[in-house]
């Protein structure tokens, strides 16, 4: 009977319809949703430092619309102080707390095992407790896996890159982690993770079709980790581009690698969603010759562009026209708007502006491009 009430508790929260928090970050597409989440988060129920409930209130207060906390299975510094048998007890507590309030906690945990195969995250859990076997310790690597995968979990790979268990800072596939991407229990890899960016995670995603999770894995306050009075120095966010603002419809996008990152100014992801975010939230609108403003020439055409949203963009201009006022570097701060005037050397109608977005990373070493098509009036 209690393993029936877990699994009517994950049914109940798979086909919750869920609000978005106070604040947008990005523009999504029509018909798209862009589920801002921090799915690696610990509370006194492993190592952090902080009751369950502090993480709702943290999370809220920074309009996010999705957490998990991942309290470690092998790992409890605090058991002797907080006893807790029932390891789903940390979910409980915030999903009971969370209720009416613009947030989603969806259950996972943390599988915590030395490198290799390393740490590993698995979200959308229903029974924690299974993770054990009956003389009540930690099952092996694989079998904690297997019970993963057996919960329909989302796992994926924690800070792969962690100068604790790979001394050089570089992530890289030992045979474990092979047979687990072969046999798909694999389902994603931490690129970004707390303060550390991982290029070479973010190759291994690409090579594996893993999906690309950033996280905070915060365990103390996280104003004491991401406090600062730039806007963009903030808790790394996982974006999820989900049909709808439902939990099934999360775990879905996460399973196909709908994904992107924002971590400090940068934007990571796979190109196809990175393209998304630039299309809708940088805009480019013609003001037509002769417009008036700074300049006014009968030769130069004058052009808006516009950031809608809460990090900046970063331009490098391809094409092969000349700005006036500006050099081939624009950088738009966050919702922000900047004019700046073409020397089109004749009247045209139509203008394409390509452009490479530095702080868009698609792969290692490589940038989002994009070419927006104006119209001119």
Do not use: C
């Amino acid at each position: 009977m209690k393993n029936l009430k877990y699994i009517i508790i994950f049914f109940i929260f798979s086909n919750l319809i869920f609000s978005q928090g106070v604040k947008t970050f990005f523009k999504s597409p029509e018909g798209k949703f862009f589920i801002s989440s921090d799915l690696h988060i610990h509370t006194v129920f492993s190592d952090g430092l902080v009751w369950p409930t502090v993480r709702v209130d943290e999370a809220i207060r920074d309009s996010i619309d999705l957490i998990s906390l991942t309290e470690h299975i092998e790992y409890q510094s605090h058991i002797v102080d907080i006893p807790h048998p029932n390891r789903n007890r940390s979910f409980q507590i915030a999903s009971g707390y969370v209720q009416k309030q613009p947030l989603a906690v969806v259950h996972g945990t943390e599988i915590t095992k030395g490198m290799p195969p390393g740490h590993y995250n698995a979200i959308f859990v229903n029974d924690v407790n299974k993770f054990f076997d009956l003389d009540k310790k930690p099952k092996e690597f694989m079998d904690a896996i297997k019970e993963a995968n057996n919960q329909d979990a989302f796992v994926f790979w924690n800070h792969p890159h962690w100068e604790a268990q790979r001394s050089d800072g570089i992530a890289r596939l030992d045979p474990i982690h092979k047979e687990i991407i072969k046999k798909k229990y694999l389902h994603g890899i931490e690129i970004v993770n707390m303060f550390t960016f991982s290029e070479e995670a973010m190759q291994i995603a690409l090579e594996n079709n893993l999906t690309m999770i950033g996280t905070s894995d915060v365990h103390v306050l996280i104003d004491w980790d991401f406090k600062n009075e730039r806007e963009s120095y903030h808790r790394p966010l996982t974006f999820i581009v989900a049909e709808n603002r439902t939990i099934k419809a999360t775990s879905d996008a996460l399973f196909q690698g709908k994904t992107f990152i924002w971590f400090h100014d940068l934007i990571i992801g796979k190109e196809e969603n990175l393209y998304d975010v630039a299309s809708e939230n940088l805009s480019v609108i013609s003001e037509g010759y002769n417009s008036g403003g700074m300049f006014s020439a009968e030769k130069l055409l004058k052009v808006k562009l516009i950031n809608h949203s809460v990090a900046p963009i970063q331009l490098k201009y391809l094409g092969e026209f000349t700005f006036h006022s500006d050099f081939n570097f624009i950088d738009l701060a966050p919702k922000s708007e900047k004019e700046v005037y073409i020397k089109t050397k004749n009247i045209l109608t139509t203008l394409d502006l390509p452009f490479e977005i530095l702080n868009y990373v698609i792969a290692p070493k490589t940038n989002l491009k994009i070419n927006k098509k104006i119209n001119i009036e």
